[in-house]
């Protein structure tokens, strides 16, 4: 339980300063794209600042999510409040599909006016400054991802991993205005990653209604979780299995099938040793088991497994 306890608060750290992490990031970006964009009134330069600039505020809305997601259950909460996390999900894909909604516009009204492109070089060089610092966050957020399970993490993961490709595109964007003087390239690109954009936030408000809607865990999990609760040699069979999750915490609900003539107290440690096995497959879950005798016959959902 101690030990439990102890990656809990690791894992806590980490998301804390990944969210940390993230907004930094997104305010050093939107100064040097900021500069960058005046510079060389670039559509495609617009548009990786408009990402920055819902990034930066996605990631706020991050850190104040997972803050509250990071509470311990009370009495209002019992089941702690890890649902703040799909929640900022929800919100974040909300400003991600509000950025693509202007970046739409504007690279439609320029594909009709183009303008050629001023200081290309000072416009490459950002880009790249870009990319290599986007590069460290997204492989820190990567690592925190693996370890916490964090839905708005690995949300707030995917702006950036998005925004390595917008970066990459800008450049060749840039290249093709300046040499080939191909206006036409700037806002076609722009909006190409307004799509992009679009696509990634439906990607995320179906993680989050996932979430929201207590969907239960992959079936591989599922199938994981009955393997160990028959590897107990007193175990006769399991059903009524019941998952979710809600941020970072797992929740997993079975009967066990027993023998019908144990003593309770048998019954009960038999019950503690398949919890703590599944504790340690899934570290952190609340695991709740019912014993019943085996081979009686009950009212049983067939969608429960």
Same mark, same amino acid.
């Given at each position: 339980?101690?030990?439990?306890?102890?990656?809990?608060?690791?894992?806590?750290?980490?998301?804390?300063? #990944?969210?940390?992490?993230?907004?930094?990031?997104?305010?050093?970006?939107?100064?040097?794209?900021? #500069? #960058?964009?005046?510079?060389?009134?670039?559509?495609?330069?617009?548009?990786?600042?408009?990402?920055? !600039?819902?990034?930066?505020?996605?990631?706020?809305?991050?850190?104040?999510?997972?803050?509250?997601?990071?509470?311990?259950?009370?009495?209002?909460?019992?089941?702690?409040?890890?649902?703040?996390?799909?929640?900022?999900?929800?919100?974040?894909?909300?400003?991600?599909?509000?950025?693509?909604?202007? %970046?739409?516009?504007?690279?439609?009204?320029?594909?009709?006016?183009?303008?050629?492109?001023?200081? $290309?070089?000072?416009?490459?060089?950002?880009?790249?400054? #870009?990319?290599?610092?986007? !590069?460290?966050?997204?492989?820190?957020?990567?690592?925190?991802?693996?370890?916490?399970?964090?839905?708005?993490? $690995?949300?707030?993961?995917?702006?950036?991993?998005?925004?390595? !490709?917008?970066?990459?595109?800008?450049?060749?964007?840039?290249?093709?205005?300046?040499?080939?003087?191909?206006?036409?390239?700037?806002?076609? /690109?722009?909006?190409?990653?307004?799509?992009?954009?679009?696509?990634?936030?439906?990607?995320?408000?179906?993680?989050?209604?996932?979430?929201?809607?207590?969907?239960?865990?992959?079936?591989?999990?599922?199938?994981?979780?009955?393997?160990?609760?028959?590897?107990?040699?007193?175990?006769?069979?399991?059903?009524?299995?019941?998952?979710?999750?809600?941020?970072?915490?797992? /929740?997993?609900?079975?009967? %066990?099938?027993?023998?019908?003539? %144990?003593?309770?107290?048998?019954?009960?440690?038999? $019950?503690?040793?398949?919890?703590?096995?599944?504790?340690?497959?899934?570290?952190?879950?609340?695991?709740?088991?019912?014993?019943?005798?085996?081979?009686?016959?009950?009212?049983?959902?067939? /969608?429960?497994?």
């Amino acid at each position: 339980m101690a030990e439990a306890k102890t990656i809990e608060d690791q894992n806590a750290r980490l998301m804390r300063r #990944a969210t940390y992490a993230s907004v930094s990031v997104a305010g050093m970006l939107i100064a040097v794209k900021s #500069a #960058a964009w005046l510079l060389t009134d670039s559509i495609a330069m617009l548009s990786t600042l408009i990402d920055s !600039l819902f990034d930066a505020a996605a990631s706020l809305v991050n850190l104040i999510a997972v803050g509250q997601a990071l509470k311990p259950a009370d009495r209002a909460h019992r089941f702690g409040h890890g649902k703040a996390e799909p929640l900022a999900g929800l919100g974040q894909a909300a400003l991600i599909a509000g950025s693509a909604a202007f %970046l739409l516009f504007e690279a439609g009204h320029r594909l009709f006016q183009p303008r050629p492109i001023d200081n $290309s070089a000072i416009g490459i060089g950002v880009m790249v400054f #870009a990319i290599v610092l986007t !590069l460290v966050l997204v492989r820190f957020q990567r690592y925190v991802v693996g370890k916490t399970k964090s839905i708005a993490i $690995s949300a707030d993961s995917l702006h950036y991993v998005s925004d390595l !490709l917008v970066n990459t595109g800008v450049i060749v964007a840039l290249v093709l205005v300046t040499t080939l003087g191909w206006l036409w390239v700037d806002p076609v /690109f722009g909006l190409a990653v307004a799509v992009f954009v679009l696509y990634n936030a439906w990607k995320i408000v179906a993680r989050a209604l996932d979430m929201l809607m207590d969907r239960e865990l992959p079936d591989e999990d599922r199938a994981r979780i009955r393997e160990i609760v028959l590897g107990h040699a007193e175990v006769r069979d399991m059903h009524d299995l019941r998952t979710r999750s809600s941020g970072r915490d797992t /929740f997993i609900q079975l009967h %066990l099938e027993l023998d019908g003539d %144990l003593t309770l107290n048998r019954a009960h440690r038999i $019950s503690d040793a398949v919890e703590a096995r599944i504790r340690a497959a899934f570290p952190g879950a609340e695991v709740i088991i019912h014993q019943d005798p085996a081979g009686i016959e009950e009212e049983r959902a067939t /969608f429960t497994g």
